[in-house]
């Protein structure tokens, strides 16, 4: 899935949770829906110090030569391109 198509997801996900006579189960899912798809958009780790970095979303530590795909405790997708 691209970005854009993501994007466009997210933008349908929050326009139909926003309808009249919505259940809030309804709404809650769409809001889970939203979350999930907004952590396949890839954000770069955020340096801390000593080779560790940590998740953009959850904060989780870990050290480079991890190079997780995805967060492992959140799910959030990591671009690790080196221009960090």
Known sequence: MTQSEINKAIKILDI???QPFIDAHITEAYNMGICALKKQI???PAFKENDNYYCPN???NYKIIDQYDY????G???DWS???
């Open 58 to 60: 959850c904060c989780t």
């Open 16 to 18: 139909k949770k926003k």
């Open 82 to 84: 080196m221009d960090l």
């Open 71 to 74: 967060c492992p405790k959140c």
């Open 42 to 44: 890839p954000k770069k």
């Open 76 to 78: 959030q997708r990591i």
